[in-house]
């Protein structure tokens, strides 16, 4: 197998179109990938053909879409290299999984004193429901430092473990900075102290390998939509222990095993967590992003976007006046950068006069821009489809925004 990236963009008709009188050059998958016709056909046919709830009726269409909808899940498990389907669960996304995790085994678990360490790095979504549960339980939010380029060091993790930490959550790669987490040797060290281990994969899932046993964590969550698939779902995978032991997350329709007002009791996993009616169709939709991520020639596509992230980094860093941010000598295809002189909402404006779509601001990482002292930065992330053309692109138009700021 070999990497075609001709063949793969023919299979994205986002790409097809021109924004601003220019062909779409798309450097905004850290946001939300764009999807390949296999992934929309899919959804379609679920509302054309099998538009039914799942687990609930006896008729044809709900058979089918139950069987798509669980078919989806057993591509996840084989995706993850997960031991079962108990331990995929779905979610709405690496949100909505943290959140999961942190209302649930946090709140079971945590108490006065003890402590969650987190990095400087962390998306909000990995800060904000520690926040929530920490201030419910009297736990304490410990953070590890970042260096000046962006990684974080083992030494500072080990520093900041101890029997007090109960939790350690970790992105596998930041958004903001594209470092990758070493996640295996945080894992190791954590679970020496006895703590968990949860990983945001929103970043990870879509660009580095994902063995969550390889990987030893406890926790892993990511986003459909950052991987190909449709909004509004994504997978928590937890060892199926931990999962089994916690408590509900949100009751509703699907997750009992039987209610009566004198008490109710909880279905079997993965079904205890997933509570109402599912996004079905986006679920179905996932299961085929993930056959279609699990069809590539992995090593190739790792290859492919390093090139490319390597050829932006040494292009932008050839402007006089452009500083990158975010240098870590393992990253995922992400660049955040900052222009002398230009606030990074006028740089992307002005790149989109290009046809050109980037990330501007803080990117739900305020505290990665406390850290380098900045308020924003503009971002551009590369995915499966993107080349060096696209850099050109990019480099042409900030090329235009020197210029303008006078810079040039
Ligand atoms: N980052 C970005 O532009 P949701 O919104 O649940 O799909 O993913 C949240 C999330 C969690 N962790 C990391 C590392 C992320 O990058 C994200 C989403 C997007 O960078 C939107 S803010």
Known sequence: MSFDVAALRAQFPALEQRVNGRPLVYLDSA????????????????????????????????????????GARDVAVRFLNAKSRAEVVYTRGTTEGINLVAQTWGLEHLREGDEILLTELEHHSNIVPWQLVAARTGAKIVVVPITDVGEVSLEDVEARLSSRTKIVSVAHASNALGTVLPVKEIAERAHAVGAIVVVDGAQGAPHLPVDVQALGCDFYAFSGHKIYGPSGIGILWGKEALLDAMPPYQGGGDMIDHVSFSGSTWNELPYKFEAGTPPIASAIGLGEALQFFMELDHEALFAHEQDVLAYAMERLASIP?????GTAKQKVAVQSFLVEGAHPSDVGTILDGFGVAVRTGHHCAQPVMERFCIPATARASFGLYNTREDVDALIEGL???????GNA
């Open 321 to 325: 006046g452009v500083t990158l941010v």
């Open 399 to 405: 090329e235009q925004v020197q210029r303008l700021f």
């Open 31 to 70: 946001a939300t990938a764009l999807k390949p016709r296999r992934v929309i056909e899919a959804v379609e046919s679920v509302y054309a053909a099998d538009c039914a709830n799942i687990h609930r009726a006896v008729h044809a269409l709900s058979q089918r879409a139950t069987a798509r909808y669980e």
